[in-house]
């Protein structure tokens, strides 16, 4: 490993007007630019042609989590504004969360939701965030569902139509507050059509934190610490993939989320054993991916954590080549922009 590596070696120039604002209709229009790696050549195309990129054998992997209501707005005991986002469930009340302003929120401190949900600022964490205890009746997901909003980034400043758009078409546990958006390109009839090319598709969990999107603050990359994240390797999803890895078949990940899970739980060689745990993997250049053979991932902010992840499929030069290239093409950006495929 390098002694340093430095975030601003991951900058690159990105113009506000590329940054999405709303998502492609239908999800599976969006723009494809497809990176192979070999011949370090691009092609341009539309997320629906992913299957001339697929083959019979491949293991597609997707993050089946889904995303909550996160975002709560309350008052607190003095009528002040406060902005909560929930980040991590603890235990069956206590969650650690963002609170904004922090400076209202001190241990002790209580805000109120509406009449179903307040809370009690508990702690402060080194790190500036809240462990907070809820107070409500009934289920907290029921609650949550009348009292939350939808986490939208904060570069994104349309009101989003449809709720349901900032989830993927195959999500089922809820627990992330950001959504696994590379999976945002794909449509219940796209799903069909790869899985009777005979590609077999098989699903991780992984829970979004907001560790991941974090701006890495320190110039020294190797000083970022990364949040934990929740994760889930199922006994079937580990045998598919280690028979795959042994039989020389591809596993193609969906997503950033996905890479992360399968590099947490993958040995040496590759191979997964079945997991429930946390993870706080952080991958940067040079390192190797073990289990990833290819990756569908959408396009990154600059110096974040995540173009370092993708330049490990490749090269650091070779991404900020490419994503000069998209920036040239006017390919949309971040979570509701277009896709990229590594092969």
């Known amino acids: 490993m390098p002694d340093t590596l430095k975030t601003s070696d991951f900058y690159y120039d990105l113009p506000e007007e590329l940054i999405a604002q709303t998502p492609a209709e239908p999800r599976d229009s969006s723009r494809l630019l497809v990176y192979h790696r070999e011949k370090k050549s691009i092609e341009h195309r539309i997320f629906r042609d992913i299957t001339d990129y697929l083959k019979a054998g491949d293991v597609l992997v997707l993050n089946r989590t889904r995303v909550l209501p996160a975002r709560l707005y309350a008052r607190t005991g003095h009528g002040g504004a406060a902005e909560v986002l929930l980040l991590k469930r603890l235990d069956l009340r206590e969650w650690e969360v963002l609170v904004r302003p922090g400076r209202k929120c001190r241990p002790g401190a209580k805000l109120f939701v509406n009449d179903e949900l307040s809370l009690e600022v508990v702690s402060v964490t080194e ?34 139509k449809d709720p349901d758009r900032y989830q993927t078409v195959y999500s089922k546990e809820t627990g992330s507050a950001a959504a696994p958006t590379a999976g945002l390109h794909f449509t219940p009839e796209l799903l069909e059509r790869i ?33 934990s994240e929740h994760y889930e390797v ?61 990756l569908i991932t959408n396009f990154h902010l600059p110096e ?19 994503y000069k290239t998209a920036v040239a093409e006017k390919y949309r950006f971040f979570s509701f922009g277009d896709a990229m495929m590594i092969v």
């Open 127 to 160: 790190t500036g965030e809240r462990i907070v205890r809820f107070s409500y009746e009934g289920t907290f997901e029921d609650v949550l569902s009348r009292a939350g909003t939808m986490p939208l980034p904060p570069y994104i400043h349309e009101k989003l």
């Open 195 to 227: 899985r009777a090319m005979g590609v077999e598709i098989v699903e991780v969990l992984l829970h979004v934190g907001l560790g991941t999107f974090r701006p890495v603050k320190e110039e020294n990359v190797l000083d970022h610490k990364m949040h």
């Open 234 to 294: 199922s006994e079937e999803a580990a045998e598919k993939i280690n028979a795959a890895k042994r039989e020389g078949r591809r596993v193609i990940a969906v997503g950033t989320t996905s890479v992360r899970t399968l590099e947490t739980v993958a040995d040496e060689k590759g191979m997964l054993h079945a997991c429930t745990g946390d993870t706080s993997i952080f991958l940067y250049p040079p390192y190797k991916m073990k289990c990833v053979d290819a």
């Open 304 to 322: 974040s954590t995540l173009i370092m992840l993708v330049s490990c499929l490749c090269s650091r030069e070779e991404i900020l080549d490419v």
